[in-house]
């Protein structure tokens, strides 16, 4: 291989491992690839990596055609590997090892035939435990500190110094690499650690923040499963008569009658009662046999791979003192909580025993406080009178400073006067207004007035049209016809003198004949005087002078059969005064009536249109109806009424152009009905109810 296509290759080299020490793999996986590069690259007859293992011990991670056999053939010879694995470690530099060569105890370090080369790593994160002794402690100090593995690799023993140059400087860019290998894993368990303890820290907040006992022990659960990052995590709650089922992450609602709660209740109540914590993988369990057969079974039902159940303890318990009392005392002193994480994928990672206890530790303490007070005699109302008395003690002069201000708000209340107003909507309409009325039923013929037409009195207004009065008066009229013929043919025929010679009895009869006639005749006569009469009062005239107010009156009545009695259309006079009319509520009405004995005077009214709001008007009451009506507001909803009638002082049509003062125009209005305690003015609809709850 020509020299720049060897530089080529060894740029690549190096650069692969460069990417590859940045990734998250385990050092194994590492410095496996480190190796099968590496021996390519020198040529070299076998590589072997060690790494710092607990209490100080060097254990291999990685090995390639490594002699194993040879150089730990016996326990001399593993003693004298060891030595130089410790020896480069405390040097912290490049080791070169000649073949079949011995170190100052004249035991062979080497026993090959091939050159060792020791290179150590060293990574400036310090993660290895303090020894307890001596050399220990000092290997320990000066390498394990910093060396946190060693690269060994046997080459020929014949090569050139210049080849042993390329060797070290290639074993020395390699050592790097490996200690940025171990920096970046660091500071990945660093984060990792850093992350898990904010969702610790987060944890307890969360839990802390509440005592309702269920609702804490879901924030257990759903939080508590993010930070073990196990798939299940459950809260079983001591009730007295065994442990029960009392929030599954996850999941809104517990369903304790299934076979896998149930379950779940037998294996904490075991668990509880021998207050020690179990943890069950893959057929094995460490706790006592019932406990185990529990988990098992359990295990069976739910598939679980991992199941890891821990009670908690009250805090600040002293076992040692409680195991001298008495049974009862025992009994209350065993755990009431207990948890229990589950795995069914061991692939995705296995419950931490270590970060179960301490969400154990950190959820204790919330779960107690929740359970206390769930357990407390009317915890609905002691729970906030003891929170106000907290308060109270807490900050006394504050208590005293709101005291003061309700003491004074209420005195207010009670004492201060105020304007006592019913509101009430209502309509501003003229004082002398008629409704005219159709005299009797028929068919509008002719509307002969407009709407705001001016009229006089006794102006015709409307003419109706009744068929069955036309026909009356053609009946009458033909029988008033016929009735004279006949009596002027009795006549006739009585002044003819054979006919009174011939027979008196004919001339009695004819007479008798002629005086029915004429008393018909009469009465025909009257009867068509009143019919005519009754067609004349189908002219419907104005019973004032005024100006009709009715709208559309040609669309509305033209040709439109009316009865009698039905209203027509509305005339007032806009030149006289004009009034208010309110419509008060039936349970309103009851202040206006006993204002009037305490004022003395006519109730002072208040009120704005709402065709000009900015300008406030008076008037006072002038006419309260006895009864009250039945009439649909704006909602559609029904609701009695009172009618009240307001006499303007400030509005005068003179005040006014004829275009503002437009009948029908809606106002609110105020009705003064003296002064009362503030608290009643705000207050007294609820006043007015109490009254008449605690009265029917």
């Known amino acids: 291989m020509s020299e720049p296509a060897a530089w080529q290759e060894l740029e690549d ?13 385990t050092p194994e996986d590492f410095y496996a690839k480190l190796l099968e590069e590496s021996v390519r690259a020198l040529s070299a007859a076998g590589a072997a990596v060690w790494l710092r293992g607990t209490g100080g011990a060097w254990r291999p ?33 490049l080791l070169t090892v000649g073949p079949q060569s011995a170190n100052h105890n004249e035991i062979t370090g080497n026993p090959t035939e091939h050159a060792l080369l020791l290179a150590p790593v060293q990574a400036p994160i310090d993660d290895t435990p303090a020894q307890p002794s001596g050399a220990s402690l000092r290997i320990h100090d000066a390498a394990a500190g910093t060396t946190v593995a060693i690269i060994e690799f046997l080459v020929r023993s014949d090569a050139s110094p210049t080849a042993y140059r390329g060797y070290e400087q290639y074993l020395t860019a390699v050592c790097e690499l490996a200690a940025d290998h171990h920096t970046f894993s660091d500071l990945r368990r660093l984060r ?70 149930r379950r779940l209740e037998q294996v904490a109540e075991l668990v509880r009662r021998t207050d020690e914590p179990a943890f069950y993988a ?17 295990a069976e039902e739910s598939h679980a791979r991992q199941i890891a159940a821990l009670p908690l303890r009250r805090p600040n318990v002293d076992t040692d003192e409680a195991s001298r009392r008495s049974r009862l005392r025992q009994r209350q002193s065993q755990p009431l909580i207990v948890l229990i994480a589950e795995q069914f994928n061991a692939e995705q990672g296995a419950v931490d025993r270590d970060r179960l206890m301490e969400v154990g530790e950190v959820v204790t303490t919330a779960m107690y406080n929740a359970l206390e007070v769930s357990r407390q005699p009317l915890r609905w109302l002691f729970h906030p009178l ?25 005195a207010a209340l009670v004492f201060l006067p105020a304007d006592f107003n019913i509101e009430a909507p209502g309509t501003l309409q003229p004082a002398v207004r008629r409704d005219v009325f159709a005299p009797r039923g028929g068919l509008v013929d002719e509307v002969l007035v407009k709407h705001g037409a001016d009229v006089t009195a006794g102006q ?14 053609k009946r009458v009229r033909g029988e008033l016809d016929t009735a004279q013929r006949q009596i002027d043919a009795v006549r006739a025929t009585r002044t003819n003198r054979a006919v009174r010679d011939a027979n008196p009895t004919d001339a009695y009869r004819l007479s008798a004949e002629e005086r029915e006639l004429d008393q018909r005749l009469s009465n025909l006569r009257r009867e068509l005087e009143l019919l005519d009469h009754e067609r004349e009062e189908l002219v419907v005239e104005s019973p004032i002078a005024g100006r009709v107010l009715t709208w559309d009156l040609g669309h509305r009545l033209v040709a439109r059969p009316v009865e009698r009695g039905e209203v027509l259309l509305t005339v007032a ?30 109730l002072p009214v208040k009120f704005r249109l709402s065709s000009d709001d900015r300008e406030q008007h008076s008037g006072h009451i002038s006419e309260v109806c006895m009864t009250a009506s039945v009439n649909q507001d704006q909602n559609k909803t029904t609701k009695p009424t009172v009618l009240v009638k307001v006499a303007l002082d400030s509005l005068k049509p003179r005040d006014k152009s004829e275009d503002d003062l437009r009948p029908g125009v809606s106002a609110r209005a105020q009705i003064d009905c003296g002064r009362r305690p503030l608290g009643y003015v705000w207050l007294h609809d609820i006043w007015d109810a109490a009254i008449g709850w605690l009265r029917y």
């Open 386 to 410: 003891g929170r106000a008395v907290r308060q109270v003690t807490d900050s006394i002069s504050r208590a005293l400073l709101i005291a003061t201000i309700l003491a004074g708000l209420i």
């Open 282 to 298: 893959d057929g094995q369990c460490d706790g006592l046999p019932p406990v185990a057969e529990a988990l098992e079974q359990h």
């Open 460 to 473: 015709p207004l409307v003419r109706l049209r009744d068929p069955s009065l036309e026909l009356e008066l």
């Open 61 to 93: 991670a990685a090995q390639i055609a490594w002699p194993t056999a040879v150089i730990r053939r016996s326990d001399e010879s593993r003693r004298a590997h060891e030595s130089l694995l410790t020896e480069a470690a405390l040097r912290g530099t």
């Open 192 to 261: 990792r650690e850093d992350d898990y303890r904010a969702r610790l820290l987060e944890l307890g907040r969360l839990a802390h923040r509440q005592l309702e006992l269920t609702e804490t022990a879901y924030t257990v659960v759903n939080e508590g499963r993010r930070v073990l990052t196990c798939d299940r995590l459950s809260v079983l709650v001591d009730r007295g008569r065994g442990c029960r089922l009392l929030a599954t992450s996850g999941v809104g609602r517990v369903e304790r009658r299934s076979g896998v709660a």
């Open 573 to 602: 006079d806009l030149a006289a005064d004009w009034q208010l009319e309110l419509d008060v509520p039936d349970d309103r009405i009851g202040h206006v009536m006993a204002a009037q004995p305490e004022i003395q005077t006519d």
């Open 13 to 25: 080299v190096f650069s692969g491992l460069s990417q590859l020490a940045r990734t998250d793999i």
